[in-house]
């Protein structure tokens, strides 16, 4: 059965850090595209981060260019989200999804596959 499962968030103060680890199951990620997305109260899904299966290239929203990195580990069958200089706005839950392609990585029904979330509050 194929299971995508997020973990590593917390409530961490504003210039801090976390990292976000999302571990496949049932299926290997070597061969899909991997996007993390985040939920805030009263808004809708917002595309985050995506790193594809080809050549590895990485996808940023520009509200975290330059804070956050995306990477996998194709030995762990895990990909991280990490997370720098935190800003209150980052509170959300995050939720990494798969998909085999895509022109349009933001749109969120390209992906096939979901985690149940992790919920990251950044909070003084």
């Known amino acids: 059965q194929v299971q995508l499962v997020e973990s590593g968030g917390g409530l961490v103060q504003p210039g801090g850090s976390l990292r976000l680890s999302c571990a496949a199951s049932?299926?290997?990620?070597?061969?899909?595209?991997i996007g993390w997305f985040r939920q805030a109260p009263r808004r809708e899904r917002e595309g985050v981060s995506c790193?594809?299966?080809?050549?590895?290239?990485?996808y940023y929203a520009d509200s975290v260019k330059g804070r956050f990195t995306i990477s996998r580990d194709n030995a762990k069958n895990t990909v991280y989200l990490q997370m720098n200089s935190l800003k209150p706005e980052d509170t959300a839950v995050y939720y990494c999804?798969?998909?085999?392609?895509?022109?349009?990585?933001?749109?969120?029904?390209?992906?096939?596959?979901w985690g149940q979330g992790t919920q990251v509050t950044v909070s003084s």
């Open positions: 999804a798969v998909t085999d392609g895509s022109s349009w990585w933001e749109n969120s029904n390209e992906y096939d596959y």
């Open positions: 049932g299926f290997t990620l070597d061969y899909y595209a």
């Open positions: 790193i594809s299966s080809s050549d590895g290239s990485t």
